[in-house]
């Protein structure tokens, strides 16, 4: 593992691929005794969605924050089928081990969460407890339906005011409440600025090829999976006006495992940010039986 630069509140680190593809995340120091905080992002979101959960727990928690292959700074992938589960597992298993992390908090959104359950039903030793972001063992199809309308569309805005702007038009019903320091606050965290002097959305377009291979939705029992986390300390988080995760799903879950916390952040889509209130005081919740 290397360290590319010394910042005040975090320092950038890599790690290689079993395929060779040089990955980023960022590590937010503090916490020593206490299991870090692994942070793992949506599809087509990256390390910086957490930077207001790293600088809230600044000193107290060790934040390590993934940008998945094709993401941020991590590298794109020469073959885009491996921008499936299966491989962004191996991935984060080989930062996992290169990290030495013997035990850790898992904190997934969406996709994030996927992977959360999957490395919870393949190393369940591992976890210390978990935080599943508007997503679970079952998705709802109306949700899916709507990431596979949008991945992959690339756009550009000649300015973060525009990037802004056209954000609030696509998901303003999704954070209902947001001004336009928010949208240019998530802005920033999804588009990056090139060269040629054009805001960009920050993923590789090809992440959406393995969606449009027949019967790719198949995969893994989720719900045995989930199982994996049944004896830990687990936040789940919904947003209420969620596509992705119903509530009677989300009930279940709650259900299913006993030391689970779940709460719902009002008028809110997918995902929450877990800035929200609600999520804050789940959060720590979680974190003051792990300290």
């Not at 590298?75 to 491996?82: C, E, G, S």
């Not at 850790?104 to 919870?120: C, N, P, Q, R």
Request: charged share 25%.
């Amino acid at each position: 593992m290397a360290t590319a630069r010394n910042l005040p509140d975090y320092t950038d680190g890599y790690w290689w691929s079993g395929d060779g593809l040089r990955l980023h995340y960022r590590d937010y120091p503090g916490g020593a005794g206490k299991p870090p905080l692994l942070c793992i992002p949506g599809l087509t979101r990256n390390a910086r969605d957490y930077e207001a959960l790293a600088e809230r727990l600044a000193g107290q928690w060790r934040v390590i924050a993934v940008d998945l292959r094709g993401r941020g700074e991590s590298a794109y992938a020469k073959d885009p089928m491996t921008y499936v589960p299966l491989t962004y597992l191996q991935d984060l298993e080989a930062l996992v081990v290169g990290l030495n992390l013997e035990r850790f908090v898992a904190v997934g959104t969406s996709l994030g969460g996927i992977l959360t359950m999957l490395m919870a039903s393949t190393h369940p030793e591992r976890i210390a407890g978990a935080v599943l972001n508007d997503v679970g063992p079952e998705i709802d199809p109306l949700g899916l339906g709507r990431i596979r309308g949008y991945v992959g569309k690339a756009n550009w805005h000649p300015t973060w005011m525009h990037a802004a702007r056209a954000l609030a038009e696509a998901n303003g019903d999704v954070y209902p409440g947001y001004g336009i320091e928010d949208w240019l606050a998530m802005a920033k965290r999804l588009y990056r600025l090139t060269s040629a002097g054009r805001i960009v959305l920050d993923y590789d377009m090809k992440i959406a090829e393995p969606f449009r291979v027949p019967g790719n939705e198949a995969g893994p029992d989720m719900w045995r999976a989930f199982d994996g986390l049944k004896d830990k300390p687990l936040l789940v988080v919904r947003g209420e006006r969620s596509d992705i995760l119903s509530a009677a799903t989300a009930e279940a879950m709650r259900k299913r495992v006993k030391a689970c916390d779940l709460v719902t952040v009002p008028q809110t889509g997918h995902a929450p940010t877990l800035a929200e209130a609600e999520a804050v005081a789940g959060i720590d919740r979680l974190l003051a039986k792990l300290s």
